[in-house]
C-alpha cells in the first residue's frame, strides 16, 4: 500500500454510479428474470473502463473498478455463493422509523433498485467454490488499468465483510450469529486472498458502526460492542494469510442522507476498529454528522501501522467541495494522525453502494473526485511547505 510519502494522495471507498442500461439488467438478474448474460457482461466491462479512465482523467491515485459487475456492494455475495435463497426481513435504520415523512420520500426517489432490505438468506450451509465471477471482476479491472496512458499510483478492489454480509443476508440456517460470521468468513477468505493478489483489498464493514442503528438498535452499546468485536476477530481468521499493509477497511454509519442522529459515537467502536488485522481505516469525516470526530481519532491516537483514508468529500449530496474546504480537511486529518504520510484523501462512503440508488449524478461524482485532488494539491503545498 502506497503512502503519501511527497504529497496527498488521493482515492475513493469504492463503488461509482452505473449507467442506466448496466443498472437495469444488475437489478432484473438479481431479481431472478432472464437477462442475456453475455450482454451483460460486455456492459459491465465497458463500465469498468469507463470508470477507470474518468478517475484517471480526475487526477485519483489510488484507483477501484467502481463495482460496476455488482449489484450492491454486499448483497453481490448471494449471486458468487451457494446457500442463500428466499427472502431477509432486515430492520428499518432508526432514522426511517423515527422520521416518517423523510423514510417515505426515500422511498419515492429510489422506486427501483437492487435490493437492501429484501435480499436472499442463507437457508442452507455457505459454501464459495465458485470464484468465476470473482475472477472475471479482476480480468476486466486489470484490463481496464492496463489501457490507461499512465498507470495509475495503487488500486485496489472491494469485497463484503463477513459481519456486512451477516446482517444484510440474514442467518435461517446457522445455530448462532457467530457460527453464521465465522462461516462466511472461512469462505470470503477465498475472495479476499484472490483480490489481494493482484490489487489492494479493500474490506467494507460498515456493519462495525451501522448496525448499532440497525440490525442490533435493541442493544446497548456495550453489547453491540461485543458484537462488533466478534465481526473483527472473524475478518481477522479471513486476513490472517494477507500481509496488512495489502488491505485496507471501510466503516461507516450508513451511506445515506438521511438523520444518522442515532449514529454510535466513533470514539467508542475506534478500539474495535485498531483490532483489525488491516494497513489503512477509511472513515467518514466529510459529512455534517460526523465532521467534528477528527477530535476523537487525535485523542484515540491511529495506531503506527495504520494509514488514514479520510472522508473529505461527502458521498450523498450533489454539493461540489471547494479544494480549499477539501484542503482544510485533509490537514485537520493530519494534525489528528500526526504524520502527512499516513493520510491518502478519500470520500466518506460510496457513490453507488446499490443499482439504482445513488444519491450523487455522475456527472458530479466526476466533479467532486476533480475537487478532491485539486483540494489534495493544495493541502500538500501547505504541509511540505511549498509555494
Given at each position: ?11 475513493h ?24 448474460k453475455v ?56 432514522d ?7 423514510a ?33 471482476e ?12 499512465k ?10 465483510s ?16 457467530e ?30 458502526a ?7 438498535q ?82 484515540a491516537r ?7 483514508l ?21 490537514c ?17 462512503c ?38
Amino acid at each position: 500500500m502506497r503512502r503519501s510519502d511527497d504529497r496527498i494522495l488521493t482515492t475513493h471507498v469504492g463503488s461509482l454510479p452505473r449507467n442506466p442500461m448496466l443498472s437495469d439488467l444488475l437489478i432484473r438478474d438479481e431479481a431472478g428474470e432472464a437477462v442475456d448474460k453475455v450482454e451483460l457482461a460486455r456492459l459491465s466491462g465497458e463500465a469498468v473502463r469507463h470508470v477507470v479512465e474518468r478517475q484517471a482523467a480526475a487526477g485519483v491515485d489510488v484507483v477501484g473498478d467502481g463495482e460496476q459487475p455488482r449489484v450492491g456492494f454486499q448483497t453481490y455475495v448471494a449471486q458468487r455463493m451457494k446457500g442463500f435463497g428466499g427472502e431477509s426481513s432486515r430492520p428499518r435504520p432508526r432514522d426511517y422509523v423515527e422520521f416518517p415523512a423523510f423514510a417515505a420520500q426515500m422511498g419515492r426517489r429510489f422506486p427501483r433498485r437492487g435490493k437492501v432490505s429484501n435480499a436472499p438468506q442463507a437457508q442452507a450451509e455457505i459454501v464459495y467454490d465458485d470464484l468465476t465471477a470473482a475472477e472475471e471482476e479482476c480480468r476486466m479491472f486489470s484490463a481496464a488499468l492496463d489501457g490507461l496512458g499512465k498507470p495509475p499510483v495503487d488500486a485496489f478492489m472491494t469485497a463484503a465483510s463477513p459481519g456486512i454480509i451477516a446482517t444484510t443476508l440474514l442467518n435461517a440456517h446457522y445455530d448462532s450469529h457467530e457460527a453464521y460470521v465465522f462461516a462466511l468468513a472461512r469462505q470470503m477468505r477465498k475472495e479476499y486472498e484472490r483480490i489481494a493478489r493482484d490489487f489492494i483489498l479493500q474490506v467494507d464493514a460498515p456493519d462495525l458502526a451501522m448496525e448499532h442503528t440497525m440490525l442490533f438498535q435493541d442493544k446497548s452499546v456495550a453489547e453491540f460492542l461485543k458484537i462488533a468485536e466478534l465481526h473483527v476477530a472473524a475478518l481477522n481468521e479471513a486476513l490472517s494469510d494477507i500481509p496488512r499493509e495489502r488491505v485496507r477497511l471501510h466503516c461507516c454509519w450508513g451511506n445515506w442522507e438521511g438523520p444518522h442522529t442515532h449514529d454510535i459515537p466513533m470514539s467508542d467502536v475506534l478500539p474495535v476498529l485498531f483490532s483489525a488485522k488491516v494497513g489503512a481505516l477509511s472513515l467518514e469525516f466529510a459529512n455534517p454528522r460526523h465532521q467534528h470526530e477528527y477530535a476523537a481519532l487525535k485523542k484515540a491516537r491511529l495506531p503506527d501501522a495504520f494509514v488514514l483514508l479520510p472522508g473529505v468529500i461527502d458521498s450523498t449530496t450533489n454539493y461540489v467541495e471547494h479544494p480549499e474546504v477539501v484542503a482544510n480537511r485533509i490537514c485537520e486529518a493530519v494534525d489528528a494522525v500526526g504524520d502527512r504520510s499516513r493520510v491518502i484523501a478519500s470520500s466518506d462512503c460510496g457513490f453507488g453502494t446499490f443499482a439504482g440508488g445513488e444519491f450523487v449524478a455522475e456527472d458530479v461524482v466526476w466533479a467532486k473526485l476533480k475537487s478532491c485532488r485539486e483540494g489534495a494539491d493544495i493541502a500538500t503545498r501547505r504541509l511540505w511547505g511549498r509555494a
